[in-house]
């Protein structure tokens, strides 16, 4: 039965959005779709790679009449640095994530704010690494646990701990290309050193250290990232929540929670739940409290506590212009400093509080592990505290959202998957049943769907059509940040999407009873969908090259996504971009990231801006790619 189930579209969003404006309009406030149009037509040098500013003799411009700059450098060397740049970017700030992950484990305690909720993948992960676990009290043991995992930042000697998680066959790949990571922090350095006027200008070096400063990060910082927030707040397992606007509730305070980092959003979290808060709202006026995310510290909270998702990257103004949030709490990456002057325009409080992301017109509440729920509650209290400062005249929520069941960490899919097949007992625990159904057709294949909105793409567009037809054809997807989000918004989430599958997927939908989207959590986790290719190979028999899955970024912006296609591909993962990671100025370096990199790592980039062909491309590869190993 459909029952009343129908997709949100793309236009409905976007009248939602027009509306918003509106009240945009009505008190000077700015947004993206205005600046976007003062920044257009973007500059060619930029937009091509071939602007040199790495001294101060130029800036050096690359065109025909001057085809070198003043050092001597040429178009391929520019490009091939500026994207290596980029990537180290992506991976120190991903890492540094992971680091202060870390950092909150060592501070967990009993007595909390922050405790550990997972102690078997604690254990787990400190038998990996060899650390005796026995007799050991679990907090001394997290203590432990979280001191070598800051040491991966900077060892001296070998490589990272995780990528022994990898199959063999990936492990010789990375020894034998000299891309395997040392010290995450050492990837970053080097990365840095070799850019600098006067070291690399190959460009097969630099993109070779591009590979490896990106798996420093997904199977480095990214994955401690992932794992210890396992460990702090819960493997996730599915939950079911909601997601777009309508989730914030005109009648509540709304809290708002925007960045990445867990440590803070559980809190929030923790304190907008405590009762003496929700009365205190209650005191001023308000039905409750609302607390809701965007990007990734959404994904966090979502899959973990099946808190709702506001929604994505672009519609994080839109949570302001609603007229209804009494505060915007943000943590770090990915949030637009444009925050500070629009919530002048509006009563909402934005409130920075990591010194790695301070912006003007913000309120700087500096939070820290050892006073986080002091911080929390200040938080929480200034929010509710707001609620009377509302002007009713300006509030407007689209009545615009969906259900979702989200929470598919790898060990909630493998789980989830065993009820697919009527398999014996003993497989219990594996992705055979998921290989099965792959290796039966049921299922063609996967495609991992990242990354972020871009204002070069319609916002979401390309997320929710890929998916539905990724879908039709009976490829399950998996998804992470805003992609996730963009399909959350859609209704791609909800079960009752099954009925857009072909006839295999939508048999596994019901058997499985999952959606045909799984939610695997927020960027960093993107380094769960590297474990899960890792077992899936394992379990098969086969490389993680020969497995019918690819990853795609349709609409990606950040240096992040970058640091991830890098470590996508050099796992063996075809790659397929929406947007050109700005290397078109140079031949040599495009033709490396497209093909060139297949003779190292057995993968490569595919860059299409149009989104019909890049699905057929996607779904073409997954064919070849069963016809190549006769399944
Ligand atoms: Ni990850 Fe992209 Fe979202 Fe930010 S939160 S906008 S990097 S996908
Ligand atoms: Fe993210």
Redesign the pocket.
């Known amino acids: 039965m459909m029952g009343d189930f129908k997709l949100t579209t793309v236009e409905e969003m976007e009248a939602a959005t027009e509306k918003l404006l509106e009240t945009g309009k009505k008190v000077g406030a700015d947004g993206w779709q205005y600046r976007v149009k003062n920044q257009t037509p973007h500059c060619k040098f930029g937009e091509t790679g071939i602007c040199c500013k790495i001294c101060s003799m130029g800036p050096c411009r690359i065109t025909p009449k001057a085809p070198k700059g003043i050092c001597g450098c040429d178009a391929h060397g520019i490009v091939a640095r500026n994207y290596l740049k980029f990537t180290a970017g992506g991976s120190a700030t991903h890492s540094d994530h992971g680091r202060e992950i870390c950092n909150t484990l060592y501070h967990a305690k009993p007595e909390g704010p922050y405790k550990v909720k997972d102690p078997e993948k604690l254990i787990r992960i400190a038998k990996e690494w060899g650390v005796e676990t026995e007799g050991k009290d679990i907090y001394d043991l997290a203590h432990e646990v979280a001191i070598l995992g800051l040491s991966e930042y900077g060892k001296v000697f070998g490589h990272q701990n995780f990528l022994k998680r990898a199959p063999q066959h990936t492990q010789e790949i990375w020894e034998r290309e000299e891309i395997a990571p040392r010290a995450i922090d050492r990837e970053v350095s080097c990365s840095l050193h070799m850019t600098h006027m006067g070291c690399s200008s190959k460009p097969e070096a630099l993109i070779r250290q591009s590979l490896r400063s990106g798996l420093s990060d997904g199977w480095g910082g990214s994955m401690a990232g992932t794992e210890f927030s396992d460990v702090l707040f819960g493997t996730p397992k599915p939950v079911d929540t909601e997601a777009n606007l309508g989730v914030m509730n005109k009648d509540n305070v709304n809290i708002v929670v925007h960045g ?1 980092d867990p440590s803070l959003s559980e809190m929030i979290c923790e304190y907008a739940d405590d009762p003496e808060m929700i009365a205190y709202a209650k005191s001023k006026g308000a039905k409750g409290i609302t607390v809701s995310g965007v ?3 959404s ?1 966090e909270v979502a899959m973990r506590r099946g808190i709702p998702m506001a929604g994505n990257f672009l519609q994080q103004e839109n949570v302001v212009l609603t007229g209804a949030c009494e505060a915007i709490v943000v943590d770090v ?2 949030i637009f400093p444009a925050l500070g002057p629009l919530s002048k325009c509006f009563h909402t409080k934005f409130v920075t509080t990591s010194p790695i992301a301070q912006m003007p017109d913000s309120e700087f509440i500096r939070f820290h592990a050892d006073t986080a729920a002091e911080n929390a509650k200040a938080i929480v209290k200034m929010a509710i505290d707001n609620f009377e400062n509302r002007n009713p005249d300006l509030v407007y929520i689209p009545d615009m959202k969906q259900k979702a069941t989200v929470g598919y960490s790898v060990e909630a899919i493998v789980k989830t998957l065993d009820g697919v097949t009527n398999s014996q007992v003993d497989e219990t625990g594996t992705t055979k049943p998921l290989i099965e159904c792959i290796t039966s057709g049921v299922i063609r294949g996967a495609v991992a769907m990242v990354g ?1 909105n871009n204002p070069k793409i319609r916002p979401d567009y390309a997320h929710i059509e890929l998916m539905k037809k990724l879908i039709a054809n009976d490829i399950i997807v998996v998804a ?3 992609s996730a989000q963009a399909a959350a918004k859609a209704g791609l989430m909800d079960k009752e999407a099954k009925n857009l599958c072909g006839a295999g997927l939508k048999r596994v939908c019901e058997l499985a009873d999952i959606p045909p989207v799984l939610h695997m959590g ?3 986790d993107i380094s769960r969908m590297m474990i899960l290719v890792s077992e899936l190979a394992k379990d098969s028999g086969l490389n993680i090259s020969q497995l019918p899955v690819v990853g795609c970024a349709p609409e990606w912006m ?1 240096e ?1 996504a970058v640091s991830i296609g890098n470590y996508v591909v050099a796992t063996g993962i075809d790659t397929f971009l929406g947007v050109d990671p700005y290397v078109s100025g140079s031949d040599q370096v495009s033709k490396l990231l497209t093909e060139g990199l297949r003779d190292w790592v057995e993968a490569a980039y595919t860059v299409e801006k149009d989104i019909e062909k890049l699905v057929d491309l996607m779904i073409e590869r997954i064919e070849e790619k069963r016809t190549a190993i006769g399944i």
């Open positions: 990445h990007c990734c510290t994904n990456q990915c972020c992470s940040g805003c927020s960027c960093v950040s992040k």
